[in-house]
């Protein structure tokens, strides 16, 4: 029978562990993992915009690991568009390497974009990526507390196989 100890470990683990899977749910369901600010390059240059001019330029990128959407400002006004897109396995681990190392913002804000070029301006981590590191928190602390309980797991045993025994009367047969 189980102690009171371990039984109130055990139902804050459970509860622990059902928070993060829902946080983990929700995290990667949502739009946005990276929110930043993209500016029309090529209506910058064609207008030489000046500082006070330079908000016509300027519009709004976010994006998760499916989809997300841009709000492009050149100049005439605002054009909103979906994007998206499909991470395969360790997804936040790849999306994570793609936004520090290989410019994805910009990559994703150019995409098929003939005419306008756009540069980052600014470019955070949303609060979609914050979840999904809450929800490694919770599972980390989830171990600490199923390692608090004292449960003593069975040793695995070996045993040495039977020599088989050999007797006069299996000769015969």
């Known amino acids: 029978m189980l102690s009171l100890w371990k039984k109130i470990v055990f139902s804050f683990g459970s509860i622990l562990c059902i928070t993060s899977a829902v946080v983990l749910v929700v995290a990667l369901a949502s ?21 006070t001019e330079l908000i016509q330029f300027t519009g709004d990128i976010y994006f998760g690991l499916f989809q997300g959407g841009k709000t492009r400002k050149c ?8 994007i998206y897109s499909v991470f395969g396995a360790l997804a936040s681990l790849c999306f994570l390497a793609s936004v520090c190392h290989h410019n994805l913002t910009e990559r ?4 098929k974009e003939s005419f306008f070029q756009f540069v980052v301006v600014t470019e955070d981590f949303g609060w979609s990526f914050w979840l999904c590191v809450a929800s490694a928190g919770l599972h980390g602390a989830n171990i600490l507390v199923v390692a608090m309980s004292y449960i003593h797991l069975p040793k695995i045993q070996t045993t040495k196989p039977e020599e088989p025994t050999v007797t006069g009367d299996d000769l015969l047969y």
């Open 31 to 51: 739009e946005s993992w990276l929110i930043g600010t993209i500016r029309c390059k090529t209506g910058v240059d064609l207008v030489n915009a000046s500082a």
């Open 75 to 82: 100049g005439l006004g605002s054009r909103h568009s979906k």
């Open 108 to 111: 994703v804000a150019n995409y």
